[in-house]
């Protein structure tokens, strides 16, 4: 019997070593375990982010290409009032002009402002073409405004034609 109770007590010895190997096992997987949820629930957290950035950011661009093309409509009609000043008979194009350009704004279109005098700068203007300057201090601004720009949002959709001093 004494050896019976020895040979468990051995025995009982490698058992516990086994079980604590084994937990020691069980917590380092649990740790990359939570480490991968942690870094997943991170990655999905940027992924909701960034998606509902594109969403916000294609929905204020959704009628780009419409937009776009009727930039130059607008324009014809700010010429059109332009040459017609004179004429009695311009009222119905102010008031389409109005409607129109309203109904443009309303889409989320904003006119670029440009201001004879300023600065040109290429990433906003689009030089048709180039003056002499008459003086230093004309050098590198803007004479005339050829035609207007616009853009949609933050993003330019038609530059504003202007004449440069140089």
């Known amino acids: ?57 294609l929905y204020k661009t ?21 040459q017609d000043s004179e004429s009695d008979n311009d009222e119905g194009i102010k008031l389409i002009y109005s409607k129109f350009n309203d109904t443009l704004k309303n889409q989320g279109l904003i006119e670029v402002e440009v201001n004879i005098g300023d600065i040109f700068d290429p990433e906003i203007h689009e030089a048709i073409s180039q003056i002499p300057a008459i003086d230093d201090k004309q050098k590198g601004k803007i004479i005339d405004i050829i035609q207007g720009g616009y853009k949609l949002g933050d993003i330019i959709i038609n530059f504003p034609k202007v004449v440069v001093a140089q």
């Open 62 to 82: 959704a009628g780009k290409e419409i937009l776009t093309s009727l930039v130059p409509v607008l324009e014809d009609f700010k010429r059109a009032l332009n």
């Open 1 to 57: 019997m004494t050896k019976k109770k020895t040979d468990i007590k051995k025995s009982s010895k490698p058992s516990v070593k086994k079980k604590s190997s084994s937990i020691k096992e069980l917590n380092e997987n649990l740790k990359l375990e939570q480490d991968k949820y942690i870094r997943l629930f991170a990655e999905f957290e940027n992924y909701k982010r960034r998606t509902s950035k594109e969403r916000i950011e």
